[in-house]
């Protein structure tokens, strides 16, 4: 759906994106991932002929962009950072205009095509309010609703839950992956890694311009090879499994093992009581961490105050 | 994407408002007029200015001479500035280049839609002057007066053939500059052709002002910057010095369409007013393009 070969762009001295050779298969919920600043929105402008590279090749739905990019752009559906509309006219009124400035939007099917996007994204209800009145989290759906309105194949959404409150975050996800059932490869970017996390099949990691990791999540996250288990009795459970335990943390013990069956067993046997046990996998932070190789405050903008957010709050531009 | 364009044109605000606010001047300007009954003498002031108490018919004319040099060019300067640098401050302008929309045919639809609005706000200055002229100047009330008899003024426009010496009497036929009469079918004729030469002539401020907006992400800033170019030019025609640029200016022949009402038209200068408006037209927007096609749209 999307590959892009050694794309590199530089802006005067400063290079933005550095050959990054993207692979986005067809069926896809690929999350882009990295801190602000690391080239995510350039690299999104340039797939959607916005920005022109300084090298390399980009290819879309098997075309290349920029010189075939008229031809790519009426199947996709674009959310570039935030969404953009004309504030004295009412959401619908908007829609209608920027279908109406296009191709592929025909003229007979433009209002049951609006409709059916605002009811997708939870803005049915709306009435001729003009977008000046609108919140921060109804314009964010009226932009997903705008990317919408074509029905496209293919839907490149640059950080598309931004201003959302968890329940509007919860929805987005829940669209997005209906949309993904029915057919729409989903390409986003993001800083927010428990959205990626919940929502992507396959993510990629930008680091200052570079695309450090790019992988299917589910190979990223498969079991360590420990168990995490959490006990009343530590010492007991420490002394059965003598040996196997890597770490211990007061009740919790990490147990080098494959097969928590087995592990299980022995305990139980021994009459230690286990309150929980659990395949250890690798978070998606520890993976993104590990391969930028920077510490947490380092995951966003250097010198920002936004930087050290907890990740906690799904409304923090730089939560890592 | 033409009638996108149009449609956000009459579908705002500031559209009608700044049409409202050009047509106010030659308003209070007939007000003044008809309460004081003094116009200005033959050959001073604005052009047709003299001759409107005794020719409320003639009040479009004088109009069109006072929105001339500063109100109709900056708000053509200040639509065709925001045309695309506020499209590009506001992100709608990824959104349309996304839809997507060729950056040429967003360049054109643009030039268009300003040579709309200022098509319409010459059509509404014609209209509502005629109005204000026939309702509070005009001969009738002139006449009851005593009002001296007033000279058509052609004075101010320069390179004219012919200074225009024609005194009017009132109540008499409209004449033309140059002292035959004019019938009323001339006289429409002729509005006409000034109403069309002065939207021609705004074309220049229009292509510079939308060059400027490709450049820059600033309304504000191409807005004035075309507007420097415009007094720069202005100032420039009147300065003998400058004599050898001068046929090349943009504001050169921007008061030729008062030889439309001349007795017979004198052609010269307005061929030339056209053709000086092409040019800049042609090289501006040429200039635009050159600039919009390749330029990384970040904003």
């Known amino acids: 759906m999307i590959t892009t070969q050694n794309l590199t762009k530089r802006f005067g001295h400063v290079t933005a994106v550095s050959d990054v050779s993207l692979d986005v298969r067809e069926g896809d919920r690929y999350g882009l991932l990295g801190p602000n600043g690391s080239g995510k ?28 990019v008229h031809r790519v752009l009426p199947e996709i559906g674009a959310l570039i950072e935030e969404p953009a509309a004309y504030p004295h006219l009412s959401g619908r009124a908007n829609l209608r205009l920027l279908d109406a400035a296009g191709p592929h939007g025909a003229r007979r099917t433009r209002r049951s095509r609006v409709d059916e996007a605002l009811e997708q994204v939870g803005l049915a209800g709306i009435d001729r309010r003009p977008v000046r009145n609108y919140s921060l989290g109804m314009r964010q759906r009226l932009g997903l609703a705008a990317a919408l309105v074509r029905r496209p194949r293919l839907l490149i959404l640059d950080e598309p839950t931004n201003g959302l409150d968890p329940r509007g975050i919860r929805d987005i996800r829940d669209l997005l992956i209906s949309l993904n059932d029915s057919g729409v490869t989903v390409f986003l970017s ?13 993510i990629g990691v930008l680091d200052s311009g570079h695309l450090v990791l790019q992988e299917q999540l589910a190979a990223l996250q498969k079991p360590t090879g420990r168990v995490q288990i959490s006990t009343d009795d530590p010492e007991r459970a420490a002394a059965t499994l003598d040996g196997l335990v890597e770490s211990r943390d007061g009740a919790d013990l990490v147990v080098r093992s494959a097969d928590p069956a087995a592990l299980n067993a022995r305990l139980v046997a021994a009459g230690v009581p286990v309150r929980s046990l659990a395949v250890q996998r690798r978070s998606l932070e520890e993976i993104v961490l590990d391969v930028t190789g920077a510490g947490s405050d380092q995951f966003g903008v250097p010198g920002s105050e936004e930087a050290a957010a907890p990740p906690a709050d799904p409304q923090d531009r730089d939560a890592s | 994407m033409i009638t ?17 606010l050009i047509c106010a001047l030659p308003l209070a300007v007939a007000i003044f007029i008809a309460v004081t009954h003094l116009a200005p003498p033959p050959g001073e002031g604005s052009a047709f200015l003299s001759a409107v108490l005794n020719h ?10 006072l929105v001339l040099p500063v ?32 950056r040429t045919r967003l360049l054109v639809a643009k030039l ?13 200055v014609t209209v509502t002057s005629y109005a204000t002229g026939v309702l509070i100047l005009g001969p009738s009330r002139a006449a009851a007066v005593g009002t001296p008899p007033g000279g058509l003024s052609g004075s101010i426009a320069p390179g004219a053939g012919g200074a225009p010496t024609a005194g009017l009497q009132a109540g008499v036929a409209i004449t033309s ?7 009323t079918l001339e006289l429409v004729e002729r509005v006409l052709g000034a109403m069309a030469f002065i939207t021609v002539s705004m074309l220049g401020v229009a292509a510079i002002a939308l060059f400027l907006s490709t450049l820059t992400d600033s309304a504000l800033g191409a807005a004035l910057g075309s507007l420097a170019a415009l007094v720069g030019s202005e100032i420039l025609v009147t300065l003998n010095a400058a004599s050898a640029v001068q046929p090349y200016l943009p504001t050169r022949y921007w008061l030729a369409w008062i030889d439309f009402f001349r007795q017979p038209i004198l052609w010269r200068d307005i061929q030339r007013g056209f053709a000086i408006q092409a040019v800049y037209v042609v090289v501006f927007l040429a200039a635009a393009w050159a600039n919009f096609a390749t330029k990384d749209i970040t904003t």
């Open chain 1, 190 to 202: 993001s800083h927010l890694l428990p959205e990626v996390s919940a929502l992507c099949t396959r």
């Open chain 1, 41 to 68: 929105t350039t690299l999104v402008r340039m797939l959607l002929g916005l920005v022109y590279a300084t090298s390399g090749e980009i290819s879309v739905l098997g075309h290349r962009v920029p010189r075939h």
């Open chain 2, 71 to 102: 109100f109709l060019p900056v708000a053509v300067a200040v639509m065709a500035g925001d045309s695309v640098a506020g499209e590009a401050t506001s992100g709608t302008l990824r959104y349309v280049l996304a839809r997507p929309v060729s």
């Open chain 2, 177 to 183: 500059l140059s002292g035959t009469p004019l019938t």
């Open chain 2, 4 to 20: 996108v364009e149009l449609f956000k044109l009459v579908r705002r605000l500031r559209t009608w408002l700044s049409i409202a």
């Open chain 2, 56 to 65: 409320g018919q003639l009040y479009p004319a004088a109009a069109l001479a």
């Open chain 2, 112 to 124: 268009i839609a300003v040579i709309t609005f200022t098509l319409l706000a010459v059509v509404a």
